[in-house]
Structure formats: C-alpha cells, structure tokens
C-alpha cells in the first residue's frame, strides 16, 4: 500500500500542467451501493479446511459458504495457514474474507475447475469455473489483506505447448478457446459486489473477469502474474458487458493489458449486444503489461462513458490503448483520459482498427468439416451480416493533463477508410518519445498546449520502431 501510495503522489507531482477537467455527472454514482452487513463469522476450519498444502478444501470452503448463506449471510474466513482449493462459488449477502497471513492457492488439477456457461474472450461458451466465482448474485464481496496465488503455470504450459500444434495447422484464431484455462475471479450476472485489498498472483488467464454485472467495486488490489514466468493471456482486471465500475486504487503487474475494456466478439458478441459503459478507472499503477488501458479488442456490443484518471504506468507496452477488427463491430466513445503519468513505455498511443489479424480473423482449414467441428468453432466462424455490421466505429475522446516520457513511439494510430478514427481531443498534455509513429484514417484530432518532443531523426525510425508485438492473447 505504502509503494501504491508514493507513485499516486509522483502522479500528482509530475504534471506540469495541471488545468481543471470537467468530471462527467455521471462518475459519482459508479461502485456498489450495499456491502453484506452481518458480521456473524463461520471459519472454513470448523468446516473441514485443512492447512498443510496438500489437502484440497474445496467442499470445506462451499460447505461454510452455503451455511453463511442459508443462515442470512456473514464472513466466511480462514484461520492463518496456507489452503489449497479449487472452484469455490461465493452466495449473496456473504462476505469471503482472506485475511493476513492467509495464502489460498489454486488446485494445479483441472478437474478441481467444473465447466461452467460463461464467456471468454468475446464468445458464448463452456469453460471451466475460476478459483473464486460470484455468479447470479447480489451484495457480496471478497476481501483481505491476504494472497491468492493460482499457480496458474499448469495453464500456461498447456497453451503454449497447444500454440506449437495449432499453429502449423492454421488454428491460431481458435486455440485460445480450445486451451480452457482458469481464471482466478469471475463475477457474473451479479450487482452489488465488492472486491478489496487482496493479492493475486501467477492467474492461469485473467485475473478479475467482471462480466455481466453492475454496480461494482474494486479496491485497492495488487496483482502480480509474473512471478513464475510470463504467463500468456494474463490480463489484469478486465470490465465485460459490464456498468456502474469503479476500480481505484489497484496495483497491476502482469502479461497482457491491466485495464481491459471489453463488449463481446464479431458474431456472437453482436447477437448478445451488452455494452460496457459508465466505467471509473482512477488513482492505480500498471507496470508491466500489455496496456494501462485497453479498449476492446471485443467491442461488438459497444464501450463507452469511460472515466480514467490519476495513473501511472512505468514500462507497460501501451499507454491508451483500442483494438478491434472488420468484424467486430461496435463503437468506442466517449472516453476521458486524464491526470495520468507515463514513463517508459513502448507506445504512447495506439489505436487499431484491423488489430492482430492471425488472431482476429477466423478461417477453417482444408481438411476440417464444419458439421464436425465444436460449437464453439463455429460461433467464431460464423459471418457477420451484412459485413458492414462489423466495422467499428471509434469517436470522441478528451485526453488532458497526460505527461508521457521516454516512450519509443509517440502515436500508432490505423483506422479504417470506412471509419476513421475521429474527434480526439489532447489538451494541456505532453509526450516525449524516440519516434513519433505513423496516423493512417483519423480525423478531426484537436491539440490544444500540446507538447511533442521527438528525440531521434526521421531517417532513424526504421531501426527504432522495429520492435514486434509480443504473442499473447488480447
């Protein structure tokens, strides 16, 4: 807490300009409303949970949560000690507390995670439950200052050795959905939820997948996914079809975007059509990553009224961020970002419309027959229709008071011709980096005591800009 609390102040410090920017009306009511109000505590230790790191609680766990919720709801905690558990499902009206010196690790097993109806990625499927899960809930929360870790390497391990495989095959748009690894928490068709104070570490995929919901908080959480190695597809928390978010005061190292934005996948995810909007992102840290912020890639069922302020980012690989594809459809507006300090990271800005295309795009294969495959296979292959359906739309964003320094690129900035990245506002804002990129498709950009400084000369771009994209799952 005390690090989290030094760089919001750096933040504070850093601006050189720090003019006033008007707070949309609609920011104060985001965050849940109520938090389970029973104190009434059931130890998951009196229910059976053994603490020697071998033993899997899991029905111990369940156990003391379904009798909290049978009895009118209270905290469920662990005595200090070490829990190994797989698949536990939090109830309404119950507080699941891991306290200090408390550290919860997730089964290495995946038959300890049931298949479950969800969505990953932008699609409709079954996938396997996630350590903590809070499903068609209302009033819960999940809080403490103790460790999650869900030594989620076992998940890593089984995707990249499937990538070796897929790939050769021409697979690479479906092998992230084939794979089914784990994520630590969802919260799913659920309002009113709290999640406060814990550490993550070493998610199998995403860390907090908030789907579905509304009128949620996240507060003060620390994930770190890298400690067992870069694991793919590990992003930090990400906001899905979901409303009235606030998520503050957060602490994000891992191996994909920090703060993901997303609204659902070409198809399918413009037949579910939910969008993800009134979302506050304020006073948190991203370190490495994929992106402080991210808009899409899915964004069929549109993103918008997004409020991010007072944040920090120190050698994340994009700054703002939004990606999508021909086929996704939706539209990306109304976006604030403001009172933030980057250092160091890879692109300033980086928007694209026709992002990834090996990944974004589906094809099947010679020598697969569509009445053979999954269902899952085609949902991702079925078409958009008409094709214009699937041509995002990107417009209307108001970036102030955003000091950027020691960026390798300024702007990476592709639209579509048929829809051009439009009315972007930067005001009394600065970046410094090595190069300053290429704008394809975008119109109507308004600078206003903009400061750009580009510290190498046009003819060292090339050896510059040259660095690829890292594989991982966006």
Known sequence: MFNRILLCCFILSSLSIRAQVAVPAWVKNTGAKTFPAIKQIYYVNDFGAVSDTVTVNTKSIQKAIDDCAAKGGGIVAFRPGTYVSGSVFVKSNVHLRIDKGVLLLGSQDFADYPDMQTRIAGIETSWPAALINILDVKNAALTGEGIVNARGKFCWDKYWAMRKDYDKKGLRWIVDYDAKRVRTVLVQNSSDVSIKGLTFKNAGFWTIQLLYSTRLTVNGVVIRNNEDGSGPSTDGIDVDSSTWTLIENCDIDCNDDNFCLKAGRDWDGLRVNRPTEYVVIRKSVARRGAGLVTLGSETSGSIRHI????????????????????????????????????????????????????????????????????????????????????????????????????????????????????????????????????????????????????????????????????????
């Open 307 to 474: 409020y991010c302020t007072d944040l920090f980012a120190k050698h994340t690989d994009n700054g703002l961020r939004i990606k999508s594809a021909t086929t996704r459809g939706g539209t990306v507006e109304d976006v604030y970002f403001v009172n933030s300090v980057l250092d160091s990271v890879r692109n300033a800005y980086q928007f694209n419309l026709n992002w990834y295309p090996a990944y974004s795009y589906s094809e099947l294969p010679k020598g697969y027959s569509y009445d053979s495959i999954p269902q899952h296979w085609k949902a991702m292959l079925q078409k958009v229709t008409p094709a214009e359906k699937g041509i995002p739309h990107t417009k209307d964003f108001y970036i102030s008071n955003v000091k950027i320094t020691h960026a390798a690129k300024a702007f990476e900035v592709n639209g579509l011709e048929q829809s051009q990245i439009e009315n972007f506002n930067f005001n009394n804002s600065h970046v410094s980096a090595s190069v300053l990129g290429d704008m394809v498709f975008a119109k109507n950009w308004k600078f206003k005591n903009f400061e750009l400084n580009i510290s190498q000369k046009p003819e060292e771009k090339k050896k510059a800009g040259g660095i690829a994209e890292d594989e991982r799952l966006k």
